[in-house]
């Protein structure tokens, strides 16, 4: 069973940082590409970042590149998302993603809230 955890939200000022983190387990982790989604009240899910397996590539949305960084952690089994010069528009769930087996897996979600 894979199971995906996030931790790392909370509420920051505009132009402040947070580093989000998601444990995985279940899955031989060094070998999938993982993902962070976002999803705003009333909005779709949509992709934030994605990273492959062995971290070399990434890809960002144009809504956060060059303020959003992925990254894993393949000893630890871990991927992370350092988002810097956040904005109230980055405010949203932010959810861990893997496709393992033909299924997707979720994380239950980090809430992060950019507001003065």
């Known amino acids: 069973q894979v199971h995906l955890v996030e931790s790392g939200g909370g509420l920051v000022q505009p132009g402040g940082s947070l580093r989000l983190s998601c444990a995985a387990s279940g899955l031989n982790f060094r070998l999938y590409p993982m993902d962070w989604y976002r999803q705003a009240p009333g909005k779709q899910r949509d992709l934030v970042a994605s990273i492959n397996s062995s971290g070399a590539d990434t890809n960002y949305a144009d809504s956060v590149k060059g303020r959003f960084t992925i990254s894993r952690d393949n000893v630890w089994n871990r991927v992370y998302l350092q988002m810097n010069s956040l904005k109230p528009e980055d405010t949203a769930v932010y959810y861990c993603?893997?496709?393992?087996?033909?299924?997707?897996?979720w994380g239950r979600g980090a809430q992060v809230t950019v507001s003065s």
């Open positions: 993603h893997t496709r393992f087996r033909a299924m997707d897996y």
